[in-house]
């Protein structure tokens, strides 16, 4: 099944488009998804060390909702990265 | 009475106009307006703009959060707060960030802005892309988000 993840805030850097595209195995985690992204900045920016802790610092967020680690993930489904905050 | 918005930098600038007018009561003696403006040093690099990113909903709803706790944890029932952030790219001096709050006493309306400020800070996902003299830019590492609901 698909996954898409929208980037925000520093993850942007991840890619020139807006969201990243991924193919997961049926009732894949959020903790699945984190090392689909680490697997795909391995490949794609050698392992940049600040990525990968970007992501190891992330939370993820599905229908506005800050979602665990242990959340299922369905087919097509639209998750946020939002990695570390810093507004104002 | 809350007005929380996030505003795009290319079509229109923070006003503290339209904040005041929409807290000015008769019901309240207090006004604090609060403002964040872009600055041009940070850590001995020189700033010349800053873009600010932002997952609308979720900021909207911690604005919407945090709004309500304050009756909880602040006893502050009766008083209007005006929210409004930057998303987007602005210049040196230039608001990215408006809190105005108008409640009946002044006490109330000090510790209330202090709350909004500091409680958006850890909890609105915003980010900053700071842009240097040097052509150079880069994401400010920000805290990792706190979700109050966990």
């Known amino acids: 099944m698909k996954v898409v993840i929208e ?24 903790k699945d998804v984190r090392e689909e992204i680490l697997d795909y900045l391995d490949l794609n920016f050698k392992g940049n060390k600040n990525f990968i802790k970007i992501v190891n610092s992330s939370a993820f967020c599905s229908n506005d909702n800050i979602i665990s680690d242990n959340y299922k993930i369905t087919n097509n489904e639209k998750i946020a990265i939002i990695p570390p905050i810093g507004g104002g | 009475m809350l007005h929380a918005k996030i505003i795009d930098t290319k079509e229109k600038k923070l006003s503290i106009i339209e904040a005041e007018n929409f807290i000015s009561s008769h019901d309240y003696g207090a006004s604090i307006y609060f403002t964040g403006t872009v600055r041009n040093q940070n850590d001995d690099k020189s700033v010349i703009g800053i873009t600010y990113d932002s997952h609308d909903a979720l900021v909207i709803n911690s ?27 602005l210049n040196l001096g230039e608001v990215s960030i408006i809190i105005a709050v108008a409640c009946k006493h002044r006490d109330q309306a000090y510790v209330l802005s202090r709350y909004i400020i500091e409680e958006i800070k850890k909890r609105s996902p915003i980010w900053k892309k700071e842009h240097y003299q040097n052509n150079d830019s880069a994401w400010l590492k920000g805290n990792p988000i706190i979700n109050e609901k966990n």
């Open chain 1, 7 to 30: 980037l925000f805030g520093a993850s942007r850097d991840f890619s020139d488009k807006n969201s990243i595209e991924f193919d997961i195995k049926n009732n894949s985690t959020i």
């Open chain 2, 63 to 89: 604005f919407q959060e945090i709004y309500n706790e304050a009756d909880q944890k602040l006893n502050i029932k009766d008083k209007s707060v005006y929210i409004e952030h930057a998303k987007g790219y």
